[in-house]
């Protein structure tokens, strides 16, 4: 099966980072409504909310950005918010894969994210295969995939959403291993790191930042990454790659406005979100929880990536089919 790894393709063909204007005369005339499409805790909630924070502190901006979690529908609820704004210059929001698989799989949804004002592409991150580290007899993917086929679908898998980037990888793991699992479906990654520990699910695809409390505390480990090479935060962890996995899979991380937000405020928000991406603190969080964070692509390279992303998960999900994904 042709897998998936344009995500990352996908930023560096773009070879060039975004334009950044100097900084616009226009600013909020009202609190700016920062929508996260996902629970609290989970990786986006975590980034929505140290932005917020930086913001903030450097005083970047004339009025407060207010974090607000729309998690339903596995991003339904947000996506159709945005739309619905078309023509607000005060909402933002911050994006995940669900930007693009939603709207796939729920075409009565009537959003085209593609419609929406990109702003800023601030980070790709990255998946892991975590565990509890109390499964001793599990030390590596080949134990593991031991593990499930022997369970089957007693094994249970806890995800962000349904239909979701949690369950697209689930659903290519099933096809390249030959095994089924039960997959469960939770608001946001914070709540699904908790389940792996409280023992109420047996593996999950979290991202570093959800996990790696968890993991600091001795309480999960990881088995695998799914990227092209090992991230810093992880050197002692293979890559699917190095064993001979074809699985490699990244997540976006980009700031987006409704359709229609006026050129001023576009500028506005994208000379805001490239001073935070250029900032220590910002950078500092990428390497520390394993993002990418290379470049920031803005406007229209922007709006091409998401396009270019849009139809590698029609394909995705066609490969894999929609049933497996959302477990319907």
């Known amino acids: 099966m042709n897998l998936i790894k344009s995500l990352v393709a996908g930023v560096a063909a773009l070879g060039m980072t975004a334009s950044v204007?100097?900084?616009a005369d226009w600013q909020p005339k009202k609190p700016v409504e920062f929508i996260i499409m996902a629970g609290t805790g989970g990786g986006a909630d975590q980034i929505a909310r140290l932005l917020?924070?930086?913001?903030e502190q450097k005083g970047l901006s004339s009025r407060p950005f207010i974090p607000i979690n729309k998690p339903g529908g596995s991003g339904a609820e947000a996506l159709r918010y945005l739309q619905d704004k078309a023509g607000d210059d005060h909402t933002v929001m911050m994006t995940l894969n669900s930007f693009y698989t939603t709207p796939i799989i729920q075409p009565d949804l009537g959003v085209d994210p593609t419609a929406f004002t990109p702003i800023g592409l601030m980070a790709m991150d990255t998946f892991l295969l975590w565990v509890h580290s109390d499964q001793a007899g599990?030390?590596?993917?080949?134990?593991?995939?031991?593990?499930?086929?022997?369970a089957g679908l007693d094994w249970k898998v806890g995800?962000?959403?349904?239909?979701?980037?949690?369950?697209?990888?689930?659903a290519m793991m099933e096809a390249e291993f030959g095994y089924e699992?039960?997959?469960?479906?939770?608001?946001?990654?914070?709540?699904v790191a908790k389940n792996l520990i409280g023992k109420q699910i047996d593996s999950t695809v979290n991202n570093?930042?959800?996990?790696?409390?968890?993991?600091?505390?001795?309480?999960?480990?990881?088995?695998?990454?799914?990227?092209?090479?090992?991230?810093?935060?992880?050197?002692?962890?293979p890559t699917a790659k190095e064993l001979g996995i074809n699985i490699e899979y990244y997540m976006q991380r980009s700031v987006n406005g409704p359709p229609g937000m006026s050129a001023d405020a576009v500028e506005f928000y994208t000379n805001l979100f490239q001073e935070l991406f250029d900032s220590s603190e910002w950078q500092d969080f990428c390497t520390s929880d394993g993002l990418t964070c290379d470049k920031m692509i803005a406007g229209?390279?922007?709006g091409t990536f998401h396009a270019d992303q849009y139809a590698a998960h029609e394909?995705?999900?066609?490969?894999?089919g929609a049933s497996a994904i959302t477990g319907e």
Do not use: C, H, W
Not at 138 to 150: F, H, Q
């Open 21 to 23: 204007a100097t900084a």
């Open 52 to 55: 917020q924070g930086l913001i």
């Open 138 to 150: 599990i030390t590596d993917i080949n134990s593991y995939v031991d593990a499930v086929k022997g």
């Open 159 to 170: 995800g962000t959403g349904s239909g979701q980037e949690d369950s697209v990888l689930t």
């Open 181 to 191: 699992v039960t997959y469960i479906p939770f608001p946001g990654g914070g709540t």
């Open 208 to 237: 570093p930042s959800e996990q790696m409390a968890f993991y600091q505390a001795g309480n999960s480990k990881p088995l695998i990454q799914f990227t092209g090479e090992r991230m810093a935060a992880f050197p002692d962890v």
């Open 300 to 302: 229209g390279e922007l």
């Open 315 to 320: 394909k995705l999900i066609a490969e894999v």
